[in-house]
């Protein structure tokens, strides 16, 4: 079955240290999104990619990184410059330009301790 | 002011019963509309996609967008218990990836 994965479903960062969560799919998808959910915020863009070897900031991108070097995977680093972290973490990805509506990946909830 | 409000709930209904969620949006360039299913601890689902004003039924679901008012529904019929889930709206202009701004979502519960 086609979809998105993301990994790992929990993660737990200690102060200043960087963090990699993982996004691959396999729907054949060009462009693929970061979101952020805060409770009573709703969802906030991070950082987004059309094709491969490009990708865009978001509307909160400070604190983030993302490459995208094979269309299927478009991993998001969680950097120390990113003070407040915690929070459930989404991967979407989307035909070109977005027509169509965002499959979603399961998320990953990563917690600073 | 946020783009895109949409009422927090909760919102609880017995089983059987028509459920309205709603959304308000001042941005009068948006033309697509979703509405996205969100279980705890999951991802959104997509359930509706529209273009512009009108209706869109699918099943249980029907979706209406009134652009005049600046105001989007989902109705769901004879609601279950496994309808309960977190319901979000959102909606795009017709940008060059198109941007997607979403609510932030209506938590509805439906009682056996």
């Known amino acids: 079955d086609g979809g998105i994965t993301q990994s790992p479903k929990y993660l737990f960062r200690k102060e200043g240290q960087n963090v990699t969560l993982s996004c691959e799919q396999n729907l054949n998808h060009d462009a693929m999104y970061w979101y952020r959910q805060d409770p009573g915020q709703g969802l906030r863009l991070i950082y987004y990619?059309?094709?491969?070897?490009?990708?865009q900031k978001g509307d909160i991108a400070e604190g983030y990184s993302v490459s995208r070097e094979k269309k299927e995977s478009f991993p998001l680093t969680v950097t120390s410059a990113q003070k407040n972290p915690t929070a459930f973490y989404l991967c979407?990805?989307?035909?070109?330009?977005?027509?169509?509506?965002?499959?979603f990946g399961s998320g990953t909830r990563l917690t600073v301790v | 002011q946020k783009e895109v409000e949409q009422d927090p709930g909760p919102l609880s209904v017995p089983e059987g019963a028509i459920v309205s969620l709603n959304c308000t949006y001042s941005?009068?360039?948006?033309?697509?509309f979703m509405w996205y299913r969100q279980y705890s601890r999951k991802g959104p689902e997509l359930l509706m996609y529209?273009?512009?004003?009108g209706n869109k039924e699918d099943g249980r679901f029907t979706a209406q967008v009134d652009k005049s008012s600046k105001y989007i529904s989902l109705f769901i019929r004879d609601s279950q218990p496994s309808d309960s889930a977190t319901y979000l709206c959102a909606m795009s202009d017709f940008g060059g990836y198109q941007k997607v701004t979403f609510g932030t979502g209506t938590k509805l519960q439906v009682i056996p």
């Open positions: 990619s059309q094709i491969v070897n490009d990708f």
């Open positions: 979407a990805s989307s035909p070109s330009g977005g027509v169509g509506g965002y499959t």
């Open positions: 941005n009068s360039a948006f033309q697509y």
């Open positions: 529209t273009y512009s004003s």
